[in-house]
């Protein structure tokens, strides 16, 4: 099958971490190789971000990397997209004329709206995956909200265009529902995790305390590293590492690490919060395996890639119950979950594991065993696939293909 993933902001071959490079850039650069390794042509379209970026590169795992010049050619922040969209869905449109592709599958709302665009020029059946929606993030963010005003109207429309919707949570489901969007038309594929990398076996990262949390994710309020910080003034002989944000030479001009640092300072902690800043996918393993628990406290998470990482390491997890958290970490099995913005509950389950090392080792045993099951990116391209052959029929790619 050819496979046109369209990524308007994030490119998979970003380093994830910084300022709108997270999770999407890793699900579909994993997604883009998985589907590649079992014999497609994938080919991912993101916006050109500087001068020197050549047309076209194929990655390391053997899908392609087109940049789409849409815009002024260097990085900006993905809320001040939209006014290139059309632009972007030009060059979408031209080029599929001449090679359309089996599928589009967009990531995120503006991919969407380019791929929309294109497709109703040249046929091409649209597989849809939003990530995170903007309802959504008004009704968390409220103010804090950067998002473009027509976000919401667009993605509603997107929605019904799209021949596919792929939720990632169940969760979304019901959101996706609420946008007017038939469950029929509605697959649920969740993010993934890559088994070759995080395994419970491997070094750790040295640590300094008796014990050690670990968070990782973008240094954005919204993932409440704050309440993290709290819950440790009521954690002795325990560090916490939050990692992500800008490189660790960088950090002190970054807005959010400032907050927390001074939050953690007036808190008494700061000689125990750890601040590596961005770390590498090579380097992440050893880090979550050096954890007694790995915590994500977010006030709203779409779906979180960083508890898989950790289950597939072997290492329990506390999480808020929130989006896509509620799916994978399984309250009582690989881990527990608290209420959003409770710094008072999350001391309590952690204290739970801290002082019972068997209950650790079995959430983390069982957390592994989840993950391998269910959450490779083998199968998840596998499903995405079955979610690709209810726009497209296998048999029809076939004849296409003799």
């Not at 990482?309 to 329990?316: H, I, N, S």
Request: hydrophobic share 40%; with cysteine; aromatic share 4%.
């Amino acid at each position: 099958m050819k496979i046109a993933m369209v990524s308007e902001h994030a490119n998979p071959l970003a380093a994830p971490g910084g300022t709108d490079a997270g999770g999407q850039n890793v699900h579909v650069a994993e997604l883009s190789a998985a589907l590649t390794r079992a014999g497609h042509d994938v080919t991912v379209h993101t916006r050109r971000e500087s001068r020197d970026e050549p047309p076209e590169v194929r990655a390391p795992q053997g899908y392609r990397v087109v940049s789409v010049p849409a815009g002024p050619p260097r990085k900006e922040p993905k809320d001040h997209l939209l006014p290139h969209m059309g632009e972007f869905g030009s060059f979408l449109r031209d080029r599929w004329a001449g090679d359309r592709p089996d599928v589009a599958h967009a990531h995120s709302w503006m991919s969407g709206l380019a791929t929309v665009l294109a497709a109703s020029a040249t046929g091409t059946p649209v597989a849809q995956t939003f990530h995170t929606l903007g309802v959504v993030e008004k009704r968390h963010q409220g103010e804090r909200d950067t998002s473009p005003a027509d976000r919401i109207r667009l993605e509603r429309i997107i929605a019904r265009q799209a021949g596919r919707v792929i939720a990632t949570s169940s969760d979304e489901v019901f959101e996706l529902a609420r946008l007017g969007v038939p469950r029929s038309r509605i697959s649920i594929v969740p993010c993934g995790v890559d088994l070759g990398r995080f395994t419970t076996d491997g070094p750790a990262a040295r640590r300094r305390e008796r014990h050690r949390l670990v968070t990782v994710g973008r240094l954005v309020p919204r993932k409440g590293f704050d309440v993290a910080i709290t819950a440790l003034t009521q954690l002795p002989d325990t560090e916490l590492v939050i990692a992500g944000g800008p490189g660790r030479d960088r950090l002190p001009q970054d807005p959010e690490a400032r907050r927390l640092r001074e939050l953690a300072g007036r808190l008494g902690v700061g000689d125990r919060v750890r601040w590596p800043g961005r770390v590498s996918r090579e380097d992440l393993p050893a880090l979550l395996r050096s954890a007694d628990v790995v915590v994500c406290t977010p006030w709203y998470e779409p779906f979180g890639i960083v508890p898989l990482e950790a289950m597939a390491c072997g290492v329990p997890v506390v999480a808020t119950a929130v989006g896509g958290l509620t799916d994978t970490v399984v309250d009582g099995v690989t881990g527990l979950l608290v209420r959003p913005r409770q710094p008072k509950e999350l001391v309590s389950r952690v204290r739970r594991l801290l002082d019972d090392p068997a209950l650790c080792q079995a959430y983390g045993s069982a957390g592994h065993d989840r993950a391998e099951v269910r959450y490779s990116w083998d199968r998840v391209a596998a499903d995405t696939l079955r979610a690709y052959h209810k726009l497209v029929p296998e048999t029809a790619v076939t004849a296409e293909a003799r």
